[in-house]
């Protein structure tokens, strides 16, 4: 091997979308306003379920944290998009693009068991509703939480300390909006095989275990709710899970494409566009998803905007 392919890189390019210049100003528009409003609703939700005392509960304490993630590791993505954009190709550090990869990892992976935790709440509600209270304790419910974060965190020393063992020489571009593993892969210069069968396995692994826990757990559910005498009351209880299940059928969707397909069935492009949706607008939905037919946050949010508006009365007399 030569010494000009032994030069070590110490920075990357990420390309981003900057294959379509004349749609730069609108996609930075567009992705800028997507994380305006990412942040008012996730920030707003956050707020609003520690300063309503009718929202704290378990259920809401985990959305809470769902909310708090999701702001985290679309703020960990955003920023440098949109720096991208406006640039046009976005120099970064060897140490930003591991930090960025290890933080988004993290929660990422944290809201994988998050869902799982919000999952077995339902059932717990569902199944043992007298026992609810004491089943899901301040004590359990920190318990619960503690544990996706550990397994969250577990998993991105794994695949940050993996990946970036990697060398990477010369070609330093990467096409794509951020550091995410399937470029990053295709930099590195030495033998990824063994690398790529500890990410794969470990990622693909968390996310089929995650999401067979999740579909054993709406089965109970649902025979739990198939033994109720009032059609009124099943349809009342399924309610209180749509939103869970329509945030999952969202993420688990777009990771299984993302990452459980075979390489021989990747496009690059489609790659991008399947990235944007999990990274940008998922984050962005889920607030709308837990509130529009919530009736809870509705009333919690009317109770905090009537105190603002007399408040404001009362100041102006």
Do not use: W
């Amino acid at each position: 091997m030569t010494k000009k392919n032994l030069t070590t890189v110490t920075e990357f390019i990420l390309v981003g979308f900057t294959g379509q210049p004349k749609l730069a100003v609108l996609l930075f528009m567009m992705f800028l306003s997507f994380y305006l409003v990412t942040l008012l609703g996730n920030v707003g939700l956050v707020i609003l379920i520690q300063v309503n005392v009718q929202l704290h509960t378990p259920m809401y304490f985990f959305l809470s944290h769902l909310a708090l993630l999701d702001t985290c590791y679309t703020s960990v993505i955003i920023p440098q998009l949109l720096a991208t954009l406006a640039i046009g190709n976005s120099t970064i550090s060897y140490s930003q693009c591991s930090a960025q990869f290890f933080f988004f990892t993290v929660c990422a992976g944290t809201e994988c068991f998050l869902l799982v935790v919000m999952a077995y709440d339902r059932y717990v509600a569902i199944s043992n509703p007298l026992l609810y209270t004491m089943a899901m304790n301040p004590r359990i419910c920190c318990n619960l939480v503690a544990g996706a974060y550990a397994c969250g965190l577990s998993g991105a020393i794994l695949r940050t300390t993996c990946t970036f063992t990697l060398s990477f020489c010369n070609d330093n571009q990467i096409n794509f909006f951020f550091c995410d593993l399937p470029p990053l892969l295709k930099l590195a210069c030495s033998d990824t095989t063994n690398i790529e069968i500890i990410i794969i396995f470990f990622g693909n692994l968390v996310i089929l275990v995650n999401a067979l826990i999740i579909l054993f757990s709406y089965l109970l559910i649902i025979k739990a709710i198939l033994k109720m005498k009032s059609s009124g009351s099943r349809t009342k209880t399924l309610s209180t899970c749509v939103s869970h299940l329509t945030a999952v059928a969202l993420f688990f969707g777009t990771l299984i494409f993302m990452y459980l397909r075979s390489g021989s069935h990747k496009s690059l492009e489609e790659e991008k566009i399947v990235s944007v949706f999990y990274t940008v607008v998922i984050p962005m939905l889920n607030p709308l998803i837990y509130s529009l037919r919530n009736n809870d946050v509705k009333s919690a949010f009317r109770k905090v905007t009537g105190k603002f508006q007399v408040s404001q009365r009362c100041k102006s007399i």
